[in-house]
């Protein structure tokens, strides 16, 4: 990205750009030269606030957590370089060290997270180093939450699987701090309980006659969803509040005024501030005011079939790839699991009861995953700018890259030599994915598949070539696009 700034010059985006508050020293010019790309579009919001705090009423949509991790960093560990650079050189230093940091660990808990859902570890391994590669790379890389957001999300999911319901939940609750589409997540800790209550009741006949113990089960079950669901919707409530309390009081008088040029940009650009005179804003007087879905609504037009205009085809175009092979993916499931879908995956297979769980993308524990994943998509397409759709499911969702390594491993020769399908699965079945021996799973981390295929792609079909075009393609682009304020995802 420091090469691109280079070449090609930053385009004159009307997008959020407060002023500089103190001129920068010699050393902050080579930090912004370094890294400078790393803060283009909604970065400003997150380095803003990291280092003004929720100065404006449209920064609310950035949610706290990331930008107090970027300031914690800044002042504790870059504290010894205060004398050599501006606050907002070590917030810019920071969130670069933060993103590679949650970015590495977001891979490992991808890979630990597919190696008990899908029971396979070399299809969790090539899924692991596709998220390496995402095609929303730049974004794990700039000063944006989604990294820290995938991190938190991916552990959360493989905590549940391992039956860690409270450290899960911890997770998850984190997650909803660091963006709104996080609530989202509740969903898992309602489909455990529930699906663990119903193969209950599967069981055994003799416990469903017994009435009394029976409401005493569901009223337990119900009980521990109600406060995981109440623990992930905690962040999002308590900010909301925060912002009813900044924006829709009178002030209490203790906070220092705005600087100058900041309050001078609000009159500019009609930036509402924190605790004006000048009335309060129209959601503070709704039955729930709720902050974030007027911003949405009021700045950036966003809600239902809003986006669907003709000017916008080149939007959808961007959504395309991310679009199809999500649908694919939930598709594919479908056709291979039709009765496990359409009994929501609550139905006792005999399979299970047997001890014979089927490995890779179609096996059964992929069922709440594709629903999560297709829920996100439908909301994305037609409520969001479909442009944000490829880093809105590639920070928040497995799925994509679980499909697209088990595509690769379907239709890619040069990666049947690590074993047959049912091979694979045999020794996934036998072999626990925390062992030391990866089996016919694969020949372990020693070798990398993703970068077999990169070396030899004159060698794969036209379907490896279409899905390591796109996430090439678009991790390429995005740091030339993104990195200079051009338009990108």
Same mark, same amino acid.
């Given at each position: 990205q420091a090469l691109f700034n280079l070449l090609i010059p930053d385009h004159a985006a009307d997008a959020f750009s407060p002023p500089r508050l103190l001129e920068p020293d010699p050393w902050d010019l080579l930090v912004e030269w370094l890294l400078g790309g790393l803060s283009r579009w909604d970065a400003e919001h997150f380095l803003f606030i990291a280092e003004q705090g929720y100065v404006y009423e449209h920064n609310c949509a950035f949610f706290p957590l990331y930008p107090l991790a970027v300031r914690a960093l800044a002042e504790g560990a870059l504290w010894p370089f205060q004398r050599l650079l501006r606050l907002r050189s070590r917030l810019l230093i920071s969130a670069a060290l933060l993103n590679s940091l949650f970015s590495v660990l977001a891979a490992s808990a991808l890979y630990k997270l597919g190696c008990i859902v899908l029971r396979c570890r070399r299809g969790a391994f090539l899924a692991a180093l596709l998220f390496s590669l995402s095609p929303a790379n730049v974004f794990m890389a700039a000063a944006y939450s989604e990294s820290m957001f995938a991190f938190l999300v991916f552990c959360a999911m493989w905590q549940l699987e391992k039956g860690q319901s409270w450290l899960s939940g911890l997770l998850f609750s984190l997650a909803s701090g660091v963006r709104a589409n996080g609530l989202i997540n509740a969903g898992f800790f309602l489909y455990s309980r529930g699906k663990r209550f119903a193969l209950q009741l599967q069981g055994g006949s003799g416990s469903v006659r017994k009435l009394p113990l029976l409401w005493k089960q569901l009223l337990s079950v119900a009980s521990a969803a109600v406060l995981m669901c109440a623990g992930v919707?905690?962040?999002?409530?308590?900010?909301?509040?925060?912002?009813?309390?900044?924006f829709c009081g009178a002030g209490?008088?203790?906070?220092?005024?705005?600087?100058? =040029?900041?309050?001078? $940009?609000? &009159?500019?650009?009609?930036? +509402?501030?924190?605790?004006? *005179? #000048?009335?309060?804003?129209?959601?503070?007087?709704h039955r729930f005011p709720v902050v974030?879905?007027?911003?949405?609504?009021?700045?950036?037009?966003?809600?239902?079939?809003?986006?669907?205009?003709?000017?916008?085809?080149p939007n959808f175009l961007l959504a395309l790839p991310v679009?199809?092979?999500?649908?694919?993916?939930?598709?594919?499931y479908?056709?291979?699991? =039709?009765?496990?879908? $359409?009994? &929501?995956?609550?139905?006792? +297979?005999?399979?299970?009861? *047997? #001890?014979?769980?089927?490995a890779g993308f179609c096996c059964p524990a992929v069922f709440v995953y594709v629903v999560h994943a297709t829920v996100l998509l439908v909301f994305g397409f037609f409520c969001?700018?479909?442009?944000?759709?490829?880093?809105?499911?590639?920070?928040?969702?497995?799925?994509?890259?679980w499909f697209s390594a088990h595509l690769l491993q379907e239709h890619e020769p040069l990666l049947w030599n690590e074993g047959t399908d049912d091979q694979t699965t045999a020794a996934c079945a036998e072999k626990p994915p925390g062992g030391k021996n990866p089996g016919s799973c694969g020949k372990g981390p020693s070798e990398n598949p993703l970068l077999r295929l990169l070396l030899n792609c004159g060698l794969i079909t036209p379907l490896g070539k279409g899905i390591l075009g796109f996430?090439?393609?678009?991790?390429?682009?995005?740091?030339?696009?993104?990195?200079?304020?051009?338009?990108?995802?």
């Open positions: 919707f905690l962040p999002f409530a308590l900010f909301q509040c925060y912002a009813y309390v900044r209490t008088g203790l906070e220092p005024p705005a600087p100058k =040029p900041l309050l001078q $940009l609000a &009159l500019d650009k009609g930036y +509402r501030l924190a605790a004006t *005179e #000048g009335g309060n804003p129209p959601w503070c007087s974030y879905s007027y911003i949405q609504d009021t700045y950036w037009n966003v809600g239902f079939l809003r986006y669907f205009e003709l000017k916008q085809i679009t199809l092979l999500g649908s694919w993916a939930a598709w594919t479908i056709v291979a699991n =039709p009765r496990h879908c $359409l009994t &929501l995956g609550l139905e006792r +297979r005999k399979s299970e009861e *047997e #001890g014979k769980l089927r969001m700018h479909v442009q944000v759709l490829t880093r809105f499911l590639c920070s928040s969702s497995p799925l994509l890259y996430f090439v393609t678009y991790w390429l682009l995005g740091l030339i696009l993104h990195c200079n304020f051009l338009p990108w995802t």
